[in-house]
T-cell receptor, first 115, second 119 residues
Framework: AQSVSQHNHHVILSEAASLELGCNYS??????LFWYVQYPGQHLQLLLK??????LVKGIKGFEAEFIKSKFSFNLRKPSVQWSDTAEYFC?????????????FGKGTKLSVKP | EAGVTQFPSHSVIEKGQTVTLRCDPI?????LYWYRRVMGKEIKFLLH????????ESGMPNNRFLAERTGGTYSTLKVQPAELEDSGVYFC?????????????????FGPGTRLTVL
């Protein structure tokens, strides 16, 4: 079955530190890739998505992610985090074929940024 | 534009009782999805409506769960009778829809979730 792995359960950083959250998926075919974020007390919202073209995708709030097909990875990065980035981050995929756009999520990574 | 709304935000019930969750998608969105997150686990797909039709209900745990979307607008998810393992956060999401291609690339907009606790 298709699955998504997020390597870190909880990441603690100081402000201005660089961030990289790992995401790997298991599916041999074409996928679309997403990062969602849930700020405390708020809805899940889309940070960025990839479905074709340039494998380096830029999203909101200075986040970016790189799709590396050979590694089945879609890691999320931000050069300098802020306290306001404290949230839970979810990687998700929709594999072409066999599903109707249903998102397959990883377990999420909680990010705590210390001021 | 109003976002996806869900009601109630929290529900605490006893094992064996019935609970009905409601989701109002963004107006004009044909696709409506239900997901669930059990504590400590990943968010998992439950089912997908296109307008009023169930497109995929492969994620529904068992026949104690019944989802409807009468008229292709809001949706309800009923759990009857509830069991302890049904506790979790139930999310609803909607997307605009249109072509088959868009199913895979369209952004899904999530509601705030309903936290269900079964005692």
């Amino acid at each position: 079955a298709q699955s998504v792995s997020q390597h870190n359960h909880h990441v603690i950083l100081s402000e201005a530190a660089s961030l990289e959250l790992g995401c790997n998926y298991s599916y041999g075919g074409t996928v679309n890739l997403f990062w969602y974020v849930q700020y405390p007390g708020q809805h899940l919202q889309l940070l960025l998505k990839y479905f074709s073209g340039d494998p380096l995708v830029k999203g909101i709030k200075g986040f970016e992610a790189e799709f590396i097909k050979s590694k089945f990875s879609f890691n999320l990065r931000k050069p300098s985090v802020q306290w306001s980035d404290t949230a839970e981050y979810f990687c998700a995929v929709t594999p072409y074929g066999g599903s109707q756009g249903n998102l397959i999520f990883g377990k999420g990574t909680k990010l705590s940024v210390k001021p | 534009e109003a976002g996806v709304t869900q009601f109630p935000s929290h529900s605490v019930i006893e094992k064996g009782q019935t609970v009905t969750l409601r989701c109002d998608p963004i107006s004009g969105h044909d696709n409506l999805y239900w997901y669930r997150r059990v504590m400590g686990k990943e968010i998992k797909f439950l089912l997908h409506f296109v307008k009023e039709s169930k497109q995929d209900e492969s994620g529904m745990p068992n026949n104690r769960f019944l989802a409807e979307r009468t008229g292709g607008t809001y949706s309800t998810l009923k759990v009857q009778p509830a069991e302890l393992e049904d506790s979790g956060v139930y999310f609803c999401a909607s997307s605009h829809g249109g072509s088959q291609q868009l199913l895979y690339t369209d952004t899904q907009y999530f509601g705030p979730g309903t936290r269900l606790t079964v005692l």
